[in-house]
């Protein structure tokens, strides 16, 4: 007697919905990172990743500065196609920790006008120690354009995230921009006692001088020498009103939490 072969298993799709916590845990990685590793596509067509200093615009997109006598400096200047992953790591198994892959396509910033001057002063806020080149003539700011991410959130949590899961709102992340230095110098000069509510109650960091360098819609980037860390906030801001009642609002949560 003859019996039929087995019928394949049908494989299981690994990549899950996308949800607000997915959203969100990618948005973290995003704004919180200081490096990252940057694939570009080198002149003979094979993959290259070099190691990136990281930070990111107002609306979440990501901005490195890189010198031209890098490599893959000008790999971006031939193919602006690009990626970059961002993975923290953690103790134990490296893999059991969430990271994330975004496609990019990056675009040289100029110096002059508001983007320039926007982009250089957040990532210096970010990179304070880039301040000693940062304006070296063969020095270049890219913004990094996002096509869309794969986002792994440790063992069997995968995810394809678009743009529109990762950055902030346009309009949003412009109004708060506008406003985003004079409220970081009020903040750090006359509320030292609510960032440090926020890292200490909020966020469980420890106590310290903790200082505010950077604000758009999503949340707040505070740093304490090399350390930084990322308040996100409950729902988005989409203007200053909104953006101060926040603060308020969080102040009062970490020093009720603390």
């Not at 406003?179 to 030292?192: K, P, Q, R, S, Y």
Request: proline residues 5%; contains cysteine.
């Amino acid at each position: 007697m003859t019996t039929s072969p087995a019928a394949p298993q049908k494989r299981e799709d690994p990549i899950r919905p996308t949800d607000d916590g997915a959203r969100a845990l990618a948005k973290t990685l995003l704004r919180s990172a200081r490096s990252g590793s940057l694939a570009t596509l080198g002149r003979d067509g094979h993959p290259s990743a070099s190691l990136v200093s990281l930070a990111t615009d107002s609306d979440g997109t990501p901005l490195i500065l890189v010198s031209a006598l890098s490599s893959h400096t000008g790999n971006l200047e031939a193919d602006p196609r690009c990626s970059l992953l961002l993975a923290p790591g953690g103790k134990g198994d490296p893999l059991a920790h969430a990271r994330i892959t975004l496609k990019l396509q990056a675009r040289k910033v100029a110096r002059e006008g508001e983007e320039g001057a926007r982009v250089r002063r957040r990532f210096l806020a970010r990179q304070p120690k880039a301040a000693l080149y940062a304006d070296f003539g063969d020095f270049s700011f890219f913004a990094l354009s996002v096509a869309g991410a794969s986002l792994n959130g440790g063992f069997g949590r995968a995810y394809d995230l678009t743009a529109g899961d990762l950055l902030s709102d346009a309009a949003a992340a412009s109004a708060v921009a506008a406003m985003e230095e004079g409220a970081v110098e009020h903040m750090n000069a006359d509320h030292a006692d609510a960032i440090r509510a926020y890292a200490t109650g909020l966020l469980k960091a420890e106590d310290g001088e903790w200082e505010l360098t950077g604000l758009d819609p999503d949340g707040a980037d505070l740093a304490r020498g090399d350390r930084v860390l990322r308040l996100p906030f409950p729902a988005p801001v989409t203007d200053a009103a909104g953006l101060r009642r926040m603060l308020v609002e969080l102040a009062a949560q970490a020093r009720a939490s603390g």
